[in-house]
């Protein structure tokens, strides 16, 4: 564990104590650029999908990065909007620690990071490490590796992000979240280009509920895994009934 995480990893998210963890940890590592170059990628998926077999490597792909975004998106953003504290994610100098399964089980970073100083002036400087330099490169590798649409990958990262916020807001009730809901709902990034993030998920009336519905705005494809089912929140629940039979 990194020791300027400690206060925030307690209760529920004590679970990432050995998830964001430095060179010295003794689990076997693997550079996370190996994984995305090479055969690396189709090696760990084929390891995860001897688990579902037959299925559509997009789709192992996708259920694969979600996995990936589960484990890295909540401490990383809950570090930097809770305690401040900006961690080196740059992807070239990550190593990725893989369970029995091929899944990720933890990152090793080069160093434990710092305080952030000054303060960010706003998201986009704020998260630039983790969306242009960790998110962005991660994501372009697995979609061009097994042709998969690149907005599936930033939707199952938007999709963390946005439930992390939630956790956040209900845990934390004085926490100050404006950048991270101000990353989530800007259309655009400083630079013009367009905001790959942007509002992933929406709340929906549905007849005979009195309360709204988390849905997220595009569908993980984990139908293309054999024996798994839709996500709760999948857009293609109300769309497409027959992909839940």
Request: charged share 20%; hydrophobic share 40%; aromatic share 8%.
């Amino acid at each position: 564990m990194i020791p300027a995480l400690a206060p925030l990893l307690i209760a529920d998210f004590q679970h990432y104590r050995d998830v964001l963890v430095l060179p010295d940890d003794p689990r076997a590592s693997v550079p996370l650029r190996t994984i995305l170059t090479g055969d690396g990628l189709s090696d760990v998926l084929t390891r995860f999908g001897s688990a579902y077999p037959p299925s559509d490597p997009r789709g192992l792909a996708s259920l694969w990065s979600k996995h990936y975004f589960i484990k890295l998106i909540p401490p990383v953003v809950a570090a930097s909007l809770i305690l401040d504290h900006r961690l080196p994610l740059h992807l070239d100098h990550l190593q990725l620690i893989l369970d029995d399964n091929g899944l990720p089980a933890a990152f090793k970073l080069p160093d434990p990071g710092q305080h952030w100083t000054p303060a960010p002036v706003d998201a986009f400087a704020r998260f630039d490490d983790v969306v242009e330099h960790h998110l962005r490169p991660f994501i372009d590798a697995i979609a061009r590796t097994v042709r998969l649409s690149p907005n599936v990958l930033w939707s199952n990262a938007g999709n963390y992000f946005e439930w992390l916020l939630g956790v956040l807001a209900n845990a934390m009730s004085h926490a100050d979240l404006t950048h991270g809901h101000q990353l989530l709902n800007a259309g655009h990034l400083p630079d013009g280009r367009r905001n790959p993030l942007f509002q992933p998920v929406r709340y929906i009336e549905v007849d005979g509920r009195p309360e709204l519905k988390r849905q997220r705005r595009i569908c993980c494809i984990r139908y293309r895994v054999s024996g798994v089912e839709l996500c709760d929140n999948c857009p293609l629940l109300h769309r497409r009934p027959d992909l839940t039979s």
